[in-house]
C-alpha cells in the first residue's frame, strides 16, 4: 500500500545575520614622555648668573635652586627666613654635616622717585661706587630696564675728571619723564641689579652675580651624587652680603657635628701696575684649583677640617690651593658660632671682578669644587673630628 506523502512544508526565510559593527580603531598608544635632558652644570649657572635675587629678595634664584634640588633631595623645604634646605638622608646615626652656599647677589634698593621720573637709590651689600657709572640694570621684579645715568665726558671739567662720583649722586634713568610715569614702573624698596649676560670665554666663564651662584650650582652637583655616610644638610641661605643673616638661623637649624661653606672668594691675580714687582698678596688665582681657608677677616676655621679637605684633595689627585690669610668672610663665621659651637672650613672658588656686573671665575676651578666636596663627604667617618 502506498502511503501518501505529507505535504513538505516550505522552510521559513532566514533571517539575514546581523552584521557586527565595525570596532573602532584603537587609540594609538601616546608616546613615551622623553626624560627630561639634564641641565648641565654650567647650564644651571647661567641660568642663576642671569636671574635677579638681591638680598632679601632672593626668590627668582630661590626658585630656580628648588628646581634643580627637588629630585635629587630626600626632603625639601624653605624656612621663614628664606633659606632653602636640601636634605639628604643616611644611614642611622650618621655625622650631621652641612653644606651652605648664599643665594642673594649685591645690588641696589630703589629709596625715592625724583619728579623727573629718576630713581634714587642705594647699595645694597659692598659696591665700589668707581663701577656704576653707565651700567645698565635691571629694576624690579618685572625687570624694568634701565642705566645708572652719568654727565657726559664731553661735560666733565677740572678736577671733577679724577674724581669718584658717589653713589648718593646717581639715578637710575628707566626712560620716564616724570615721577607719576616712573611710579608705574618701579617703586620704593624694588631691587635693582646690574643687568648683565652668562658668557663663556675658554676656559672661563663670565658673570654677575657668580658670588655666590657659582657655590650654589657646585652645592647642586654635589647632591647629584652617590649617597654618602651623612645626615647631608644642603642650606641656600639669604642675605649673606647684608651681614650673614641667613646663616645664623640655617646654623642653628641644621645642628650639625660641621660644616663646609661654599662660596666665592677674590682672585687677585693680574700683575701689578709697577714692572718687575712680583704679586705676593694675590689671595686666591684662577686656574689653581678651590680655594680651603685657614683663616679669614672673621674666622678662624678648623684646623681638622682643613687638614682632612686638603688630604681628600690630594688623594683625588685634585688640584687646590690654601687661600691666603686676609680680609672678607663667608657664612662660616656665623654658623661657627650657632648652637654650642660647630667646626666650620670654606672652601671658595676663585673669582676676579666679584660684586661688579662682570665676574670671572675658571671653568675647571668650579667643578673641581663641587668633586672636591663630593671626595670629602664619600669617606666621611668619626675620625675626621678627632681631637
Not at 86 to 95: C, I, L, M
Not at 150 to 174: C, F, N, Q
Request: proline share 7%; glycine share 10%.
Amino acid at each position: 500500500m502506498i502511503m501518501a506523502k505529507k505535504p513538505i512544508r516550505s522552510a521559513k526565510p532566514k533571517r539575514a545575520a546581523k552584521l557586527a559593527k565595525p570596532k573602532k580603531p584603537a587609540k594609538p598608544a601616546p608616546p613615551p614622555t622623553p626624560a627630561p635632558a639634564q641641565v648641565t652644570a654650567l647650564d644651571l649657572l647661567r641660568r642663576l648668573s642671569e636671574s635677579v635675587g638681591v638680598s632679601g629678595d632672593e626668590g627668582a634664584a630661590r626658585k630656580i635652586i628648588r628646581e634643580a634640588v627637588a629630585p635629587l633631595a630626600d626632603e625639601v623645604k624653605v624656612d621663614t627666613l628664606g633659606n632653602l634646605f636640601a636634605v639628604k638622608h643616611g644611614p642611622p646615626r650618621a655625622p650631621r654635616v652641612l653644606l651652605a652656599a648664599h643665594m642673594d647677589e649685591v645690588g641696589f634698593m630703589i629709596v625715592g622717585i625724583d619728579g623727573d621720573g629718576l630713581l634714587k637709590f642705594e647699595a645694597v651689600g659692598g659696591l665700589d661706587d668707581r663701577i656704576l657709572l653707565g651700567k645698565p640694570v635691571w629694576v624690579g621684579e618685572n625687570r624694568v630696564p634701565g642705566v645708572i645715568g652719568m654727565k657726559p665726558i664731553h661735560l666733565v671739567k677740572g678736577s671733577e675728571v679724577e674724581s669718584v662720583v658717589k653713589i648718593d649722586s646717581l639715578r637710575i634713568d628707566i626712560g620716564a619723564t616724570s615721577k607719576e610715569g616712573a611710579s608705574r614702573m618701579a617703586k620704593p624698596g624694588d631691587r635693582a641689579a646690574f643687568a648683565a649676560m652668562f658668557a663663556e670665554l675658554g676656559p672661563t666663564v663670565r658673570g654677575k652675580a657668580l658670588d655666590d651662584r657659582a657655590g650654589c650650582a657646585a652645592l647642586v652637583e654635589v647632591l647629584r651624587g652617590k649617597n654618602y655616610p651623612v645626615e647631608l644638610i644642603c642650606a641656600f641661605t639669604v642675605q649673606e652680603e647684608v651681614g650673614l643673616r641667613g646663616a645664623r638661623v640655617a646654623g642653628f637649624a641644621a645642628n650639625a657635628d660641621a660644616a663646609i661653606i661654599i662660596d666665592c672668594t677674590p682672585a687677585n691675580d693680574l700683575p701689578l701696575a709697577d714692572d718687575g714687582d712680583e704679586n705676593t698678596r694675590y689671595n686666591t688665582r684662577l686656574g689653581y684649583g678651590p680655594a680651603i681657608y685657614t683663616h679669614d677677616g672673621s674666622t678662624l676655621h678648623d684646623r681638622r677640617l682643613v687638614k682632612y679637605v686638603s688630604a681628600a684633595a690630594e688623594a683625588k689627585g685634585l688640584p687646590y690651593q690654601l687661600r691666603q690669610p686676609g680680609g672678607g668672610g663667608t657664612d662660616a663665621s656665623a654658623i661657627q658660632r650657632s648652637r654650642a659651637g660647630v667646626p666650620v672650613v670654606s672652601v671658595s672658588i676663585p673669582g676676579r671682578y666679584i660684586h661688579s656686573p662682570a665676574a670671572i671665575v675658571s671653568a675647571s676651578d668650579f667643578h673641581n669644587t663641587a668633586k672636591l666636596i663630593r671626595a670629602a663627604l664619600e669617606n666621611w667617618d668619626g675620625k675626621v673630628l678627632k681631637r
